[in-house]
């Protein structure tokens, strides 16, 4: 009888030990999974949609965005749109750490965020657009 | 293939040549796919959700032998006879074996699929589903009176709920029957409503129980998936208008007040169901399904202020105007004041907790045993944790939560990787439903918050509540494969763009 409570006892404690056994196991998964995503190489941060434009990029195109992108009409520009209202160096956009935001590079005519003006920097969201003289973006999701 | 725009990916300052993203092979198809036995069958190895699987396995058969011998020990105890040989057994081997088997058989039939679906759900469900199971053949089997007693009824309950994961992860190859038809499925959900309330069938005081011939079922779990999906598909549509747009009210920015209609209506909606359906627990997770969604849809805390202030508000009407309601926030805030009568079901929970201690008294050691007699009306289905509580203490109540929480990080994590608006409010909506529900009833039980009759999702007794939950599992997994067929392009803005578009074309 004493073996058997015992052993009932070492039962019980093992049903939890298993129970947390799985827990880590599981955790552990997610962890790596999630380093995993986080050094994907090569991973676009988040694409940007031409919607409107008068020249050069045609509405529709599409750009791959890196942590740093700057638009103007300046060649030396990641998105180079041919738009007499854009300026030389006209807007940047940064990703930084988990979010995304749009700075106005001292433009003649301004950037706009759904329609309003950008002061300095302003935060960005997935579907957001942007617009740099005629030229209308569209930030979206990275495609995974 | 998107296109890419002249001259647009030159990156200054990097070394080696630009790979675009979509060459690049997507997380987790390391391993290398098996050869084709069938031709157009392609199985793909799910190595970690075999080795999970295994683990639950583990778990399992040990809780089946201390259930098993701590019954014997108590039956032999009881009677005043020895112990009888090979006390140290699986308390029902049958049934263990059928529902492993059955994970056994999901988990095979999606390697046959060959789907790069989440790994982890499964198992995790899994092993919340098999803790119901010991739970409901430790309970007085004469709880549910068909197929031969509590166990078995769940037992074939559970294996219908895996039977509807496997289909929908293996099945579900476009969401656009979801996507498309959210108005269609928002005017079904609202006719399962107006059916309940006119058919419906009292049980214990509340409207939730609709009888269709031989089978009954509660059509509120069925609601709060249509929800989820009438929701992300209209949340999704208008999310730019509902972030971008504001009311200015003095030095408040409201939300545009057009688009505050459907809120109120919610909220109208879920006050009904109190009032009519007289269901506590349905509307505050309708609500608060609502609210969570709506802020991940948008970011804006106002909404969520403005809701929250709209709860406080209909919960003081409800207090003072409905008894059933001020009767459940009474017993919340003292159960002691009626301890053999209004808060009885309350005070013996939180016995049964006390009780249970920090390891727990072991499975099949708790006191639902005395004399068959239960000292938790609805144990079975209000109160498993208060049950799970007493046998596995407070140390199993943080397991069980834990894994929840793994359930609620994967579909969190499948919302983060979605292609597309539609989809990452489907999955956030669908993993917080359930999320909401175990932490409602879960609160209730432990008397956080007022105890609202919902049941603990893959654990409480009850087949409306495994199936619904069984879909929403089953969403996730199908959603979790990021080769489903991409979504379909945005529309136009307005039907002047569409037809500007046309013209142009």
Do not use: C
């Not at chain 1, 019980?12 to 947390?20: E, G, P, Q």
């Not at chain 2, 890419?4 to 290398?32: F, K, M, N, Y």
């Amino acid at each position: 009888m004493d073996f058997f409570v015992l052993a009932l006892w070492l039962l019980r404690l093992a049903f939890l030990a298993v129970l947390y056994l799985f827990l880590y196991t599981v955790v552990r998964a997610l962890l790596r999974d999630l380093r995993a995503a986080a050094r994907e190489p090569g991973a676009e941060l988040g694409r940007l949609v031409v919607v409107a434009s008068t020249g050069d990029p045609p509405p529709g195109s599409v750009f791959a965005l890196d942590a740093v992108t700057t638009i103007g009409r300046d060649v030396n520009n990641t998105v180079v749109i041919d738009d007499p209202f854009a300026s030389g160096d006209h807007a940047a956009l940064t990703f930084r750490g988990r979010a995304w935001y749009v700075e106005d590079l001292g433009s003649t005519n301004g950037t706009y965020v759904n329609g309003s003006p950008v002061e300095g920097v302003a935060p960005l969201g997935f579907g957001d657009e942007i617009q740099v003289g005629q030229a209308r973006f569209r930030l979206d999701r990275a495609r995974r | 293939m998107a296109r890419l725009g002249s001259g647009s990916i030159e990156r200054v300052g990097e070394d080696g040549p630009h790979i675009p993203t979509w060459h690049v092979p997507v997380t987790g198809a390391t391993a290398r796919p098996l050869p084709a036995i069938v031709p157009g069958l392609r199985p793909r190895p799910r190595w970690r959700e075999l080795q999970l699987l295994g683990l639950v396995a583990v778990a399992l058969f040990v809780g089946s032998v201390s259930l098993g011998a701590t019954v014997r020990a108590r039956a032999a105890a009881a009677a005043d006879a020895p112990l009888p040989d090979g006390a140290l057994a699986p308390h029902d081997l049958t049934a263990l074996l059928v529902y492993l088997g059955v994970l056994l058989a999901a988990h095979v039939i999606q390697v046959m699929a060959g789907r790069r679906t989440d790994q982890v759900l499964l198992p995790a469900v899994g092993l919340l589903g098999g803790l119901s199971l010991l739970l409901m053949q430790r309970l007085p089997q004469s709880l549910a009176g068909q197929l031969g007693g509590l166990a078995q009824t769940q037992l074939v309950w559970l294996v219908l709920a895996f039977a509807v994961i496997t289909l929908l992860a293996v099945g579900v190859r476009s969401d656009s029957w979801l996507r498309l038809y959210k108005y269609t499925w928002a005017a079904v959900g609202v006719g399962l409503l107006v059916l309940t309330f006119a058919f419906g069938r009292d049980v214990n005081g509340a409207r939730l129980t609709l009888d269709l011939g031989p089978i009954s079922g509660q059509p509120s779990e069925l609601l709060k998936v249509i929800l989820v999906v009438f929701l992300a598909g209209y949340l999704s549509e208008f999310r730019p208008l509902l972030v971008e747009q504001s009311t200015r009210l003095g030095p408040l920015r409201l939300p545009p007040l057009p688009y505050l209609a459907p809120m109120v209506a919610m909220w109208a909606i879920a006050l009904g169901i109190v009032v009519i359906q007289r269901d506590l627990g349905a509307a505050l997770l309708f609500f608060a399904v609502f609210l969570t969604l709506l802020y991940v849809a948008t970011a804006r805390a106002s909404y969520v202020v403005i809701g929250l202030g709209l709860f406080v508000a209909g919960s003081a009407v409800m207090y003072r105007l409905f008894g059933h309601v001020a009767q459940r926030v009474d017993i919340w805030l003292d159960p002691f004041v009626d301890p053999q009568g209004a808060g009885y079901q309350v005070v013996q929970a939180l016995y049964a907790f006390g009780r249970g201690g920090i390891l727990g008294t072991g499975l099949g050691n708790g006191l639902p045993t005395v004399g068959g007699r239960l000292p938790i009306p609805e144990i079975h289905t209000d109160f498993p944790l208060a049950a799970l509580g007493e046998e596995l203490g407070l140390i199993g109540v943080l397991a069980i939560l834990g894994l929840y929480l793994v359930v609620i990080e994967r579909g969190l994590r499948i919302a983060a990787s979605a292609a597309d608006d539609f989809r990452a409010l489907l999955a956030a909506g669908l993993s917080l439903v359930v999320g909401v529900q175990a932490f409602i009833i879960a609160a209730g039980n432990l008397k956080l918050i007022p105890l609202t009759g919902i049941t603990l999702p893959f654990i409480s007794y009850g087949g409306s509540s495994l199936l619904a939950n069984a879909l929403v599992v089953g969403l996730l997994l199908a959603l979790s494969d990021r080769a489903v067929e991409p979504p379909p392009p945005r529309p136009p803005r307005s039907r002047l763009a569409r037809i500007v578009d046309r013209g142009a074309r």
